[in-house]
């Protein structure tokens, strides 16, 4: 008997990280997440009235100003880890999450530096920064474990596929890795906003989900160009 022929695998291509593209990525990626850590510590409540299930409120909407910028972060990492591969996708998570350290260790130093005379708003910075430090632990725990499942489930589906369904590992990938960020964010983070009932904590975690992945579906098209024009310019690719 002759054996059957197999189809070879596809042909699978990253970009080289010693690319000048590569750094402004990364360094997106890092103020994103620093500016959406900062931006999370205000709550968010959309709607008027009240409207529950039970004990899981379904109206007002309850969220977090980190959710207006953090979906970019998913956005950046699919964009890295598409073109430049996992190990690039870690390195961009690691700096991120170094820079996102140092962010949280400076305002804890500045918040407990002696205050001038002169400076009145010392309580305000407190209320504002304060909640940083937790913020910072609930983002970094959902961060390294959302972003490296996000970057993962990309590129394993990438080695089935190579250049082909590209749409629908963007939208798994993120999928993933946003539910499992937001579910450990939301568990740490949610007293630090003032959510103390098990309903509005359901809220906040279904709306966090929803509201990301809707955001990645919706900016699809711009991911697709940014993707496809990199590809078309990395030299390495």
């Known amino acids: 008997m002759t ?9 699978v291509r990253f970009a080289s ?3 000048s593209y590569y750094d402004i990525a990364i360094a997106m990626f890092c103020v994103v997440l620093v500016v959406s850590n900062i931006a999370a510590t205000k709550g968010i409540e959309i709607g008027s009235g009240a409207f529950s299930i039970g004990s ?16 970019v ?10 073109v430049y591969g996992f190990k690039a996708a870690r390195r961009a998570i690691i700096v991120g999450f170094a820079m996102a350290i140092l962010t949280a260790v400076t305002f804890w130093l500045v918040q407990h530096a002696p205050a001038a005379s002169f400076y009145e708003n010392q309580a305000a910075f407190e209320a504002v920064a304060g909640p940083v430090g937790q913020i910072v632990v609930a983002s970094l725990a959902g961060y390294l474990v959302g972003q490296f499942l996000n970057a993962w489930v990309l590129v394993k589906l990438k080695e089935r596929t190579a250049e082909r ?10 999928g993933v890795g946003e539910t499992a960020d937001t579910l450990i964010f939301c568990a740490i983070a949610a007293t630090a906003i003032g959510i ?11 709306v966090g989900v929803l509201f990301k992945v ?11 160009t940014v993707i496809g024009q990199l590809k078309r310019r990395e030299p390495t690719y």
């Open 3 to 11: 054996p059957q022929a197999t189809s070879p695998k596809p042909a």
């Open 17 to 19: 990280r010693g690319s």
């Open 56 to 71: 899981v409120q379904l109206w007002p909407i309850v969220t977090d100003g980190g959710a207006i910028l953090f979906p």
């Open 73 to 82: 972060a998913y956005i950046l990492g699919d964009v890295i880890s598409e």
């Open 165 to 174: 369904g590209l749409v629908g590992r963007l939208i798994a990938s993120t």
């Open 196 to 206: 103390t009932s098990f309903g509005v904590f359901l809220n906040y975690f279904i």
């Open 214 to 224: 809707l955001v990645e579906i919706c900016v699809l098209p711009l991911t697709l």
